[in-house]
């Protein structure tokens, strides 16, 4: 049967020839949207974890955490080769000698790539030309992963993300002169947004040559802002049924060489107000691929593909 999307486990086995898995790693980090660079508070869906759940304690060494979740997860799953994930916060807000450090210790025989989490107004051209210099003396590959949301500027504003559609434009573009894969952040469950905002954040998403999406429904984190919104009835949630609408036409105006890491995100309940309509993840997946089976839906069905050729130039 052919796949209905182009899964990043897909992409992943194309790469490096057999199953690879991310190990999390947690730095003593905030965000410039926090600590009044750019803003206060973050943004209102982000909870005191900045987005993570499952990482172990920031005051481990880099090493530390490398080998001690590798550990689990070789075992659990077979696993022999790997990608370091800097998950939490913007991984990039630090100065230029600490970026190097960190980096560094991610040089181990078992690590194929980093995927480095962060903003896009901490995309500096310092630390990626240290980057392209690191990938050139290591062959170590590296994804850059930014959140958007939405193509929507007026949510943005609402999410108080503290940075706007043209910043996510520039980071990408900068990214983009050095080669390295971008990874984006979706939500498509978003009270302020219509099915229009969705395909247009599709679209601007090809035309920037993203090569991975994670995407996401909703959910309320407790002790968030987005959470006291939600109690005080301040905000109409979508229903499971139009979110499952919105990631199919998603899939259908992505590039079809765009890899998705998920369908859907998950959170522990202990942590969250709200999350998948109290349904399992893996069933609103399930839903979402049965339908696109059933009606010959394929992702990138209606896109516009756009040929995109990095030209590196002058940079270093």
């Known amino acids: 049967m052919t796949q209905v999307y182009y899964k990043v486990s897909d992409y992943y ?12 790693i947690k730095l003593p980090l905030t965000c410039p949207n926090r600590d009044g660079a750019c803003g206060y508070g973050g943004c209102i869906y982000c909870s005191e974890t900045g987005g993570s759940f499952e990482n ?27 990608i370091a994930y800097f ?5 990039t807000y630090m100065n230029l000698e600490d970026f190097k450090k960190i980096i560094r210790e991610c040089e181990k025989d078992y690590i194929v790539g980093i995927s480095i989490a962060t903003r896009s107004d ?25 959140g958007l949301q939405t193509a929507n500027y007026k949510t943005l504003k609402i999410l108080n993300r503290g940075e706007s559609l043209s910043d996510f434009i520039l980071a990408c573009n900068l990214i983009n002169k050095y080669g390295f894969r971008i990874s984006t952040h979706v939500i498509l469950a978003l009270p302020w947004d219509d ?33 006291q919104m939600y109690v005080d009835g301040q905000i109409q949630l979508k229903s499971k049924e139009e979110y499952q609408k919105n990631v199919i036409e998603f899939l259908r105006h992505i590039n ?13 309940q202990e942590e969250t107000i709200f999350c ?18 059933e009606n010959s839906i394929i992702q990138g069905d209606k896109s516009k593909k756009i040929i995109y050729e990095i030209i590196k130039g002058d940079k270093l």
């Not at 880099?62 to 696993?79: M, P």
């Not at 990938?135 to 590296?142: A, N, P, Y």
């Open 276 to 293: 998948n309509w109290d349904r399992s993840w893996w069933l609103i997946r399930d839903e979402i691929v049965s339908f696109m089976e």
């Open 87 to 91: 998950q939490n916060f913007s991984n």
């Open 256 to 268: 079809s060489d765009c890899a998705i890491a998920r369908l859907v995100g998950r959170a522990p």
């Open 122 to 146: 901490c995309i500096t051209e310092d630390k990626l030309i240290f980057l392209y210099k690191w990938h050139e003396e290591t062959g170590i590959d590296i994804t850059i992963e930014l």
């Open 56 to 82: 172990l304690d920031s005051s481990l060494t880099v090493t530390n955490q490398l080998s001690k979740n590798k550990e689990y997860i070789a075992k659990k799953y077979k696993a022999n080769k790997f």
């Open 13 to 24: 086995k194309e790469t490096y020839k057999e199953k690879v898995y991310k190990l999390p």
């Open 195 to 227: 099915i229009s905002d969705t395909i247009e954040t599709a679209r601007i998403l090809n035309a920037l040559n993203v090569k991975e999406v994670k995407i996401h429904s909703l959910f309320i984190a407790k002790n968030s802002k987005l959470g």
